[in-house]
Nanobody, 127 residues
Framework: QVQLVESGGGLVQAGGSLRLSCAAS????????MGWFRQAPGKERGFVAA????????YYAGSVKGRFTISRDNAKNTVYLQMNSLKPEDTAVYYC????????????????????WGQGTQVTVSS
C-alpha cells in the first residue's frame, strides 16, 4: 500500500498563493494517477485535480481551472498543487490520493477511484 503525506497548507489572504506537496512512499511502483481532493466543513469531499504517471493527461475541476496547477516529480515521488489567486471558497482540508489501477476522464474525478489517501492539510483563505 502507498503511504501519502501532504504538506504546505496554511493561512493566506485572498489573492495569495500556496503550493501543496504530497510525498508518496511504499508500493510506488503501482502508482498511476495522483489526485487532489478537498473537503470544506459540512460539505462532501470534492475533486480538485489529477495527473497521470507521465503527466500526459491532467484534469481539473472547473472551479480551479486556470488558477491551480498540478504537477509531479517522479524522481522525488512527489505530487504538487500550485494554487494561485486563492479565494475564501477554496478554504478546505486538501487531500492527495493515489489510483493504483486505471482511470480516465470523469472517472478520475471520483473519490471512489482512488485507493490510498493522505491525512490532509488545511488551507484557509481569509477575505
Amino acid at each position: 500500500q502507498v503511504q501519502l503525506v501532504e504538506s504546505g497548507g496554511g493561512l493566506v489572504q485572498a489573492g495569495g498563493s500556496l503550493r501543496l506537496s504530497c510525498a508518496a512512499s511504499g508500493r510506488t511502483f503501482r502508482r498511476y494517477v495522483m489526485g487532489w481532493f478537498r473537503q470544506a466543513p459540512g460539505k462532501e469531499r470534492g475533486f480538485v485535480a489529477a495527473i497521470t504517471w507521465t503527466g500526459s493527461r491532467i484534469y481539473y475541476a472547473g472551479s480551479v481551472k486556470g488558477r491551480f496547477t498540478i504537477s509531479r516529480d517522479n524522481a522525488k515521488n512527489t505530487v504538487y498543487l500550485q494554487m494561485n489567486s486563492l479565494k475564501p471558497e477554496d478554504t478546505a482540508v486538501y487531500y492527495c490520493a493515489n489510483n493504483e489501477n486505471y482511470c480516465s476522464g470523469d472517472g478520475c474525478s471520483e473519490a471512489s477511484a482512488y485507493d490510498s489517501w493522505g491525512q490532509g492539510t488545511q488551507v484557509t483563505v481569509s477575505s
